[in-house]
């Protein structure tokens, strides 16, 4: 009787790995398809984002190829649910725009972030009410050669020495050509970068009147005040720091709404 009952219990043994191993690709395959799903969405929302900015970009007259925009943070579909996200990164490569007198200003990349994003699930199915964005902040860098080209003073060199920014240019005075050198300092008012400069010397630079009263001149034409372009997402330029690779940038705005006066 041992024997035959323990012949009975194996199918039903068999019967149960079946059923587990079942469940479990089950199981499997569900955990798949929520991941693909999570990720359509969220590359949907992407080309959404990226669309919005690229005619906010156009609107304001300026140009960037076209923005690389990925939405951190997973599950998406869960923060969707939610109706808040981490952050959303934004890339505009080439960004430039009319920096005033003619000029232009580019920065061969403005990175903006967007964090403690405020989307709710209504808002985004019926497009009606507002989508905000807490805090947007964003950098770039400005070569020096741009702001030289801008300052437009023949010969002037600009470098980054110390934290500070740095300037050489020859200077001619007395019949002899002399290397004039001295440090800018760099404040932001308003929508305006403004450089200028003091303290310049040179070596061997004679302590007369009249060569005095030259470099002063001088010193006045490198004053130059860069005027910022119109940035996407409201964000305004705060703060202005020299760097080995250029002048960078850090603009910033809060409580900015993406689908009205932001994106």
């Given amino acids: 009787m041992g ?13 149960g790995r079946r059923l587990l191993i079942g469940l479990i690709v089950f199981l499997v395959l569900i955990g798949v398809l929520l991941v693909v799903a999570d990720r359509v969405a969220a590359s949907y929302a992407e080309r959404e984002i990226s669309d919005r900015v690229t005619e906010q970009v156009a609107q304001q007259q300026a140009t960037s190829e076209k923005p690389d925009v990925t939405i951190e943070g997973v599950p998406f579909l869960t923060q969707v649910l939610d109706g808040n996200y981490q952050e959303i990164h934004i890339k505009l490569p080439n960004f430039s725009g009319p920096a005033g007198n003619g000029g232009t200003i580019k920065t061969d990349l403005l990175d903006v972030r967007a964090t403690d994003v405020n989307a709710p699930l209504d808002t985004l199915r019926s ?70 400069f003091s303290d310049v010397t040179a070596e061997g630079l004679p ?13 006045q034409k490198l004053a130059v005040d860069l005027r910022v372009p119109a940035l996407p997402l409201n964000l305004k330029v705060q703060k202005v720091e020299p760097q080995p690779d250029g002048l960078r940038f850090t603009a910033g705005a809060t409580n900015v709404s993406l689908n009205t006066g932001g994106l």
């Fill in 127 to 196: 497009g009606n009410g507002d989508i905000v964005a807490g805090a947007v902040t964003g950098t770039g860098t400005i070569d020096y050669d741009q702001v030289a080209q801008l300052i437009n003073q023949p010969g002037l060199k600009l470098a980054e020495q110390n934290g500070k920014l740095v300037g050489t240019a020859p200077v001619q005075a007395l019949g002899q050509t002399f290397d004039v050198s001295g440090a800018a300092t760099v404040e932001v008012k308003g929508d305006v970068v403004q450089i200028r």
């Fill in 207 to 219: 302590n007369v009147p009249l060569v005095k009263n030259l470099i002063a001149s001088y010193v």
């Fill in 3 to 15: 024997e035959v009952y323990g012949t009975q219990q194996r199918p039903r043994k068999r019967r």
